[in-house]
Each structure stands twice: as C-alpha cells, then as structure tokens.
C-alpha cells in the first residue's frame, strides 16, 4: 500500500456560477443562506467551518477565515487567535462525536506546502483511526462514502454549538 505521508489533501466543495475573488472560500463567507447545501457546520464574525467533500478520512473539516489572503502572516492576529481557539475546542469533538482516536490539524500556506486552495488560508482538522489508511482503501470512491458524509455533517452540526 502507498504510504500516506501526508496526513490530508485539499480538495473542496465545488460551486457552479462565478466566485467572488475566483475563489470558492470567499464565495461560501458570503453564500450565508445555503449552510446545508454548502455544508458549513459554523460561522461567527470571523470564520467559518465547512466540511471537505472530498476528504480521505470522512469528518475532515476546515477553520476559514472570512478574510481572503494567501499569507498567514497578512491574517488580523484576533482573527488567528480565535481561530486556533476554536480548534482547541473542536479536537474534543472529534474524539466524542467522531470517536477519533488521534486528530491532524494543520495548514498548508502555499502551493510548494501543498495547498489545494493557495490564496485564501485555511486550518485543516481531520480525525484519524489506527486503521485509517485501509478505511481508506475500503471505502473510498464508494456510494457508502456519500451516505456517510450527509450522515457525519449532521452529526458534527448537531453537536459542534455545544463545543464552540
Ligand atoms: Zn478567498
């Protein structure tokens, strides 16, 4: 088997009809009124949470600033703060909800780091499994798969207000 060393891939919800800044992240800070569609689990004045639709582990999710910028460094500290914050919270549920047995967070700033999306930054969380790379195998590109998602984005939605 082909040894997964890097612990997530960037690969996004996909949106037909143009993008504000061309990218998608912006589109979904400012598409407030299709969560479910869009599968946002989260937003404040700050960011905003959405599930990866096409996740090697199911119940990856992303922290998104609603600020477009491919520089962490360009990123209001306050923001950040809040941010890494919430993350701290949101690793408890992935262990509850999820029943994570270890967690990845982690960003990916620049393409040569290997960012799907470059120039809007985003905070990866993911739960891993002892066994995740033949769950992997098993499961991926499989219609289970899509039954999972719908089922695991309504599961962290109905739980994540209690953690944040
Ligand atoms: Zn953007």
Known sequence: ?????SPWRDEYVKIDKKLINDCVFCDIANSTNDDTKLAVLF????FFIVM????YIPGHFMIVPNFHTANLEDL???????MTKTAHKL???LKDILKAQGVNIGMNLGKAAGAGIEKHIHLHL???????????????????????????????????????
């Open 1 to 5: 088997m082909q040894q997964l060393y």
């Open 91 to 93: 690793v408890p549920l």
């Open 76 to 82: 209001d500290m306050a923001v950040w703060l809040d």
């Open 126 to 164: 993911l739960p891993r499994y002892k066994a995740d790379t033949n769950f992997i195998t098993t499961i991926a590109n499989t219609r289970v798969y899509s039954v999972d998602f719908d089922k695991i984005y309504k599961k962290l939605l109905q739980n994540i207000k209690n953690y944040i």
């Open 52 to 55: 990866n639709r096409y996740p």
């Open 43 to 46: 937003r404040n004045k700050n």
